[in-house]
């Protein structure tokens, strides 16, 4: 059975399942369009391309008529897991007969999770969808017929970015305005923290977000001038502290919730946007109440397509289990060379890469298909050696961000222990870990933590066997990776792009395919 799946607004995406195999999943953003863009006849255009005939079901994302999740429904509509949360319909596609699935936002962050998992088939699992607009747990049975548990907190995600907000000088005033890349802001800037027990101000603030139901739409920051907060600055130590406290009071809501309640041994999938937080990720993998915690590479809306078709497929077949691979999306479009007058052309050679970068060199990284979900894993990277704060600051400016923002490293797996203690393996980039070498300043935040991507032959073999060159040169099989991109755009999946995007930033050398281009001369 073929089944494509849809997720229109933002974070717009199409994903195609067929027998229980994952064929693709592209994402709107990707190939240089807008952050978070919504779907475009560009991503409707390559899911034709690829598919080889018409699809059995057509799998629909319920969503809302807006841009918030009060708003009137589109289809299933935003929330649920009961009744009228799942539709089935005929209906045409080009003129041939399908089905027309549809089952609501809330559900495909589920599925999602619960389709890509390793679970056995038909483990009872606990799952915790906690996003923007849900913050719910839940049961799902041997079926994968889902049961909500307790809705424990509304609107957690929108909250969390709420803070950032209010403290930020440069945010508007307006109602209803989020600004999607904040959280990942406020994640970097919690490492800053310095400990203390909690102020006056800052219980009297917290408390009153956490109270707030729809906070994005219903509060403007100008009905918060009482905080002493209010436009304080992001990069000011009070803000520092009080983000690293709403964090913790966030994650303690659902964690005494799941202390209490979730007592019968199974494990636990986490989906939402949520999902992307590595320390709420640390927590729960390590806090000892469950067997197992996964977290799917795209927990995010980005994902949402791929749950909903992985949903379809359960009410068809009555499986939600999915093959796939997180290499999911286009490949590479090498629709320009590079001019041989300006560029040294040569084949790839991995030793050869690994001595450029050991040298202090910053390199682009494409090879296959990109990847699904937000985190560059390997295929569409900037890389560079781990071992200087000079990186780290060089590699910020590159990317046009914040000196705060922390560098990711990328390890061979069966080598992670020498360097890193905690949540590992982590193939996706999801959970925080100590660094507890001295060398990889690069890739050490100012906690002592690292975001650290671990990567084995069978998963990326061209990434491993990098490192493994880069570790005979060096000692350390690590890497700086961060994700190859414009600023406030999607990863980049075509040479011409790479190329503007290389002189624009300054990088030393290009890596793409079985090709290693290096510049011949200095840029004017």
Known sequence: MLVLGF???????????????????????KDSFPRYDRLTAEV?????????????????????????????????????????SVSDEAGKFFGQDVRIFSSTHERSHIMTALGLSSFRPGQPCYCLVWEGNIGSF?????????????????DPGNKYAYLFALADPHFPADKGLLRLQDAGKQMALTGFAQRSALSKDEKKLIDFILEQDQIIPRLTKDEMTWTPFHDIGVESQEYKNLAAKLSDAIFDRFYEYAKEELTQGYPLLISGGCALNCEWNRRWRECGLFPEVFVPPCPNDSGSALGTAIDAQLHYTGSASVSWDVYAGE??????????????VRPLDFAEVAAFLEAGNVIAWAQGRWEMGPRALGNRSILAAPFTEETTARLNRIKQREEYRPIAPICLEEDAANWFHGSIPDPHMLYFNQVTSQSLKAVTHVDGTARTQTVTPEQNPEMARLLVEFGRLTGFSVLCNTSLNFSGRGFINRTSDLIQYGEERGLDGYVVGGTFAVRRRSRA
Do not use: C, M, Q
Not at 57 to 84: C, D, H, I, N, Q
Not at 138 to 154: N, Q, S
Not at 331 to 344: I, K, L, M, T
């Open 138 to 154: 839940y049961l799902i049975d041997e079926r994968g017929e889902v049961t909500h548990l307790r809705h424990v907190l509304a």
């Open 44 to 84: 409707l255009l390559l899911a034709a391309e690829r598919l080889g005939r018409a699809p059995d079901a057509l799998a629909v994302g319920g969503w809302v008529k807006g841009a918030f999740s009060s708003e009137p429904p589109s289809r299933t509509g935003y929330f649920g897991v009961g009744p009228g």
């Open 7 to 29: 997720k229109e607004g933002h974070d717009g995406a199409i994903a195609a399942i067929e027998d229980g195999r994952l064929l693709f999943s592209l994402e709107a953003e």
């Open 331 to 344: 490949a590479f479009v090498e629709d320009v060379g590079f001019n041989p007058e300006e560029y040294d």
